[in-house]
């Protein structure tokens, strides 16, 4: 199936559906509309039916209550004929002998008003009989009033009611009608419809009209039909399906005119797609509007003009794509994910010279070249990691020397370690800029730095193997190649300053421990950490004593050499996991993950005997001052003082006021409801040295391990769960990790 015809059928489809749903609907609403409507009709006909009828009644009641009543009853009784009350009085006495009859009597027989029972003929007129007693109770006749029921209280009828209505000649429907104000030639179709209806059914006749009937029934004695004409437009249905078809027919011409006129622009473009995809850039669809369609023709246009240029550009010379190779380079400079640097600095060297392979390699601690991106080099056979390429001969000895090399090399000759290459190019990634002394921890900034603290002048290779086709690299090559090199470097330099950067943001410039900004991230985490897995979190929040003695007594420079030998007793009694912070100027505070309120009470012990212990010698020039110094600390722990990370902090800050208060030198444990509770029962100078085992040591009791609280491995109940790193104490701030599972 074609496009056309799938747009015509959708067309289609989609004018069609509402045009058939809306023609049906608009039949069945105006039907139901129209039943409703003559139903509602025939119900107040059928009403004003009854009144009428019953007000006929009443006022032949009231008549012969008169005549009754009257001494001169035959007096009476031509009056109320006289003025038309009833059409006929009849006196009768108690044997039914007529004593009394007025003019000319309506046609037999009469319908008694309080009948219901029905007749086998239709009734002549309306009566109602009242029975005549004397003044002692004994009967004396009757008296009988009559109204004739004929065609003229049958147009009546029709004019109160707005129906037409019918006078059945006998009980049931298929009777000849007596009187009748239905048009001529429908009646027979309303007696016939009538036939099968009782109660207040509402039936339709194949003409148009609304039938039901009324009677006999209580108050209405006479067996009557009603009907009216339907209010629905004449053809209406005929009219619904010739708008149909001529919808129809409309839509069937307009759909395939535009799915005709859509699909001519789509036939040429995809012919000149076709000349295109045969290499033939030349080829252009006309633009015949400003559609989509015709955007998308004047954007194919415009493509392959585009890629005609383009093509032209990458086969008119290489020159111009090392242009844009050194243009690429400037870009590099101002990204930070390394690795991605030097595979991009890899994959375009490679292509813009051609080589089959290469390899970015960088210097580290050990005097040797690391590979940190490759391509097209097979991985060493050994299987241990990166390639690893000694400084010496070949690609090695460009490190050395700082100077590019390029030249061929038999694949016998090949250096150990190196990859295996007929013609090699090698350039140095030179340092961009003097940087001065080593910035960071380790003997040098950059690996591979000297042992006196400055960087180096070359800290990476940029090497390429085996040009395809077999020429060796030429000075072209080399030109081009050290111009990327250097971009390279900025590169690799910006990525290096940005890390630096980042980690001096989070640590404290004097003492080296985490600062207030890491305190922040590091509470948050370890509390979302701690309420996952359902463990504990220790808080200690810690505070030099008389601290401004200090600096009032020895100057700040002493102040500065105490916080910093402070930080570093700190560092020495926690675990690897445990983090320690400045929170500013002699407050600090320290993180033991996973530890309750007893683990946490003894490294509270234990630094203050750190602290305690020796005195911190301070000075210039002259004698060293030996400086005693003892420290305050506040203890907390997550979940029971606190919810979130600055509940706990603050119930911490509590318990360090609390020692403070005890006389400092001392610590505390905040209470669950804030209070704060007196020191477990430990020395205050308990320490290592007096056989408390430091956070996270394995302590052996005298039946076996002791398990700690939560679900890990058995450890001193004592302490945080963990065990201390392999090497001790960790001497400097550490960056964020996973605590590791007990």
């Known amino acids: 199936m074609t496009l056309r015809a799938r747009l015509t059928t959708a067309l289609l489809t989609v004018v069609l559906g509402p045009v058939l749903v809306g023609a049906y609907f608009v039949g ?26 019953d007000a006929l009644c009443q006022q032949l009641r009231a008549a012969a209550d008169t005549v009754a009543l009257a001494d001169d009853r035959a007096a009476v009784a031509g009056q ?18 007529v004593t009394h009859a007025t003019g000319q009597s309506p046609t037999a027989p009469w319908r008694d008003c309080s009948a219901r029972t029905p007749v086998d003929v239709a009734p002549g007129a309306l009566a109602v009989r009242v029975d005549l007693w004397d003044a002692t109770g004994v009967p004396q006749g009757t008296v009988t009033t009559a109204q004739p029921v004929d065609p003229a209280f049958m147009a009546r009828l029709a004019g109160v009611t707005g129906a037409a209505v019918t006078l059945l000649g006998g009980p049931d429907a298929a009777s000849r009608p007596r009187h009748t104000t239905e048009p001529a030639g429908v009646h027979e179709a309303v007696l016939a419809a009538a036939g099968g209806l009782d109660g207040e059914r509402v039936v339709g006749t194949a003409d148009g009209r609304y039938v039901r009937r009324v009677g006999p029934s209580d108050g209405q004695p006479l067996p009557l039909v009603l009907s009216v004409p339907s209010d629905r437009p004449p053809g209406l249905y005929a009219v619904l399906v010739a708008a149909v078809l001529l919808v129809t027919l409309l839509a069937v011409i307009v759909a395939g005119r535009l799915a005709r006129v859509t699909t001519r622009p789509l036939v040429e473009l995809v012919k000149a797609v076709d000349r295109v995809a045969r290499g033939d850039l030349t080829a252009r669809v006309p633009v015949r509007s400003r559609d ?28 111009q794509l090392r242009g844009h190779l050194a243009v690429l380079g400037d870009t590099l400079a101002s990204t930070h994910d390394l690795q991605r640097i030097l595979r991009l600095i890899l994959h375009s060297a490679i292509a813009a010279t051609g080589a089959r392979a290469g390899a970015v390699l960088l210097v580290e601690p050990g005097g040797q070249l690391v590979a940190q991106a490759t391509e097209g080099i097979e991985a060493p056979a050994s299987g241990s990691g990166p390639i690893r390429v000694p400084l010496g001969d070949l690609v090695g000895a460009v490190t050395v020397s700082g100077e590019s090399r390029r030249g061929r090399v038999e694949p016998s000759g090949v250096p150990p370690g190196e990859p295996r290459c007929r013609t090699y190019v090698a350039v140095p990634f030179a340092a961009p800029r003097d940087v001065g002394p080593a910035r960071g921890d380790g003997p040098a900034a950059r690996p591979g730095g000297p042992p006196d603290g400055t960087a180096p002048a070359t800290f990476g290779v940029l090497a390429l193997y085996d040009r395809l086709g077999g020429d060796d690299f030429d000075d072209d090559d080399l030109v081009t190649l050290r111009t990327f090199a250097g971009h390279a470097a900025v590169a690799v330099d910006n990525v290096r300053v940005h890390e630096e950067a980042q980690r001096l943001s989070l640590t404290d410039p004097l003492t080296g421990l985490w600062n207030y900004r890491y305190l922040r991230q590091s509470l948050r985490r370890e509390v979302e950490r701690a309420t996952r897995f359902g463990r504990m979190l ?7 004593d008389r601290f401004k003695h200090i600096n009032d007594t020895h100057g700040h420079t002493a102040g500065d050499l105490v916080l910093v030998e402070f930080a570093r007793r700190i560092r020495g009694e926690i675990r ?32 203050g005997a750190a602290v305690r212990g020796t005195p911190i010698a301070v000075g210039g020039l002259g004698e060293p001052v030996l400086v005693p110094v ?18 706990v902090l603050d119930a911490a800050d509590e318990a360090l006021y609390a020692a403070k208060a005890s006389g400092r030198d001392t610590w505390r444990i905040a209470g669950m409801a804030g209070a704060v509770t007196p020191a477990l029962e430990l020395p205050v100078s308990a320490g290592p040295a007096e056989g408390l085992p430091r956070a996270g040591a394995r302590r052996e009791a005298p039946d076996g391990p002791r398990a700690t609280r939560g679900n890990g491995p058995e450890t001193d109940p004592l302490q945080g769960s963990g065990t201390a790193a392999p090497d001790g104490p960790t001497s400097g701030p550490h960056p964020p990790r996973q605590s590791r599972g007990r």
Do not use: W
């Open 576 to 607: 690897e996991v445990d983090l320690a912070f400045r929170q500013g100027g002699e407050e600090f505070v320290v993180l033991l993950p996973e530890t309750d309120a007893l683990g946490a009470a003894i490294v509270a012990g234990r630094l």
């Open 292 to 319: 989509e369609v015709g955007r998308l023709a004047d954007a194919f246009n415009r493509m392959t003009r585009e890629t005609g240029t383009y093509v032209t550009a990458l086969t008119s010379s290489r020159d």
């Open 630 to 647: 003892t420290v305050s600390i506040g203890v907390a722990v997550h979940p029971d003082h606190g919810g979130t990370g600055q509940e």
């Open 80 to 97: 109320v004929v006289g003025r038309g009350l009833a059409a006929a009085v009849r006196v009768t006495d108690v044997a039914g002998k």
């Open 538 to 544: 220790s808080v200690l929040v810690l505070d030099l």
């Open 28 to 53: 069945s609403a105006v039907a139901a509309v129209d039943r409703s409507r003559s139903t509602e009709r025939l119900a107040v006909a059928a009403t004003a039916v009854r009144a009428s009828v």
